[in-house]
């Protein structure tokens, strides 16, 4: 058993991070946790944006409300814009992108309408000084081998008019997970970094099965994850407004 204090977690010397990823990635969780993460070692708590335009389910939004409590600063519609998409928020996104404190995470769809979100704020972006990551899934349909993510970057990177610079690797089946599935994840990140030429940033999974792993399998930082995003009939209280 692994504790969690000896996880060898991920580092980043760029301001912005991009988390993209399809339906399924998990990565609105990916984003949610990393937030968390970074609020209890930066010195300037981080920014987290909604930019899923496709999901109606699990959007960062979902956790504004526990983000903010820990300091974190989450830009998402709010009111009766809670569900909008986002046109009501460029501006703010914009003002975010070119300047701010602290560090800057994105939370965008990864299919070619979910990266459109980042089309009209591609020019805001100074180059250089931003990470775009891929979450990779071995088990959904699309990036279920390499030529299946090759395939989805590519088409995300046209859309975004943005180039990838690095992956992370978060196979999952929710509950169901396993860590022979996390190594499988693992496995085809590698294949799919060596092919694109991407570094793999980071292997994220539950904190659960984390735990009952050696992770000196994983040749990567790793980021434990504790669940934040849940299903409409999950949540006591119902969907969450702001």
């Not at 946790?33 to 959007?59: C, E, G, Q, S, W």
């Not at 990779?136 to 279920?144: D, I």
């Not at 990567?220 to 969450?240: F, I, Q």
Request: glycine share 10%.
């Amino acid at each position: 058993m692994t504790s969690p204090l000896e996880f060898r977690y991920p580092v980043f010397s760029k301001r912005i991070i991009i988390i993209v990823g399809g339906f399924g990635s998990g990565k609105t969780e990916v984003a949610v946790n990393l937030a968390k993460y970074l609020v209890h070692i930066d010195k300037i708590p981080p920014t987290i944006v909604d930019l899923d335009l496709v999901n109606p389910y699990f959007r960062s939004r979902e956790a504004a409300v526990e983000m903010e409590a820990m300091g974190i600063r989450a830009i998402v519609p709010r009111g009766g814009n809670f569900y909008a998409d986002l046109p009501i928020l460029l501006p703010e996104v914009k003002g975010a992108v070119e300047s701010g404190p602290g560090r800057l995470i994105l939370d965008v769809g990864g299919d070619s309408q979910g990266a459109k979100a980042l089309g009209p704020l591609a020019e805001a972006f100074t180059p250089g000084d931003y990470e775009m990551l891929m979450v990779l899934n071995s088990r959904r349909p699309f990036t279920e081998n390499v030529a299946g993510c090759r395939k989805v970057m590519t088409r995300i990177e046209g859309t975004a008019r943005m180039k990838f610079t690095g992956l992370i690797s978060n196979s999952h089946m929710i509950e169901e997970t396993t860590p022979e599935l996390l190594q499988e994840g693992y496995q085809l990140a590698l294949a799919v970094g060596r092919e694109a030429g991407l570094p793999l940033f980071f292997i994220s999974a539950k904190l659960e099965v984390l735990k009952e792993m050696d992770l000196s399998q994983f040749d990567c930082p790793v980021l434990p994850l504790t669940r934040s995003m849940l299903k409409p009939w999950e949540r006591k209280n119902g969907p969450v407004g702001l």
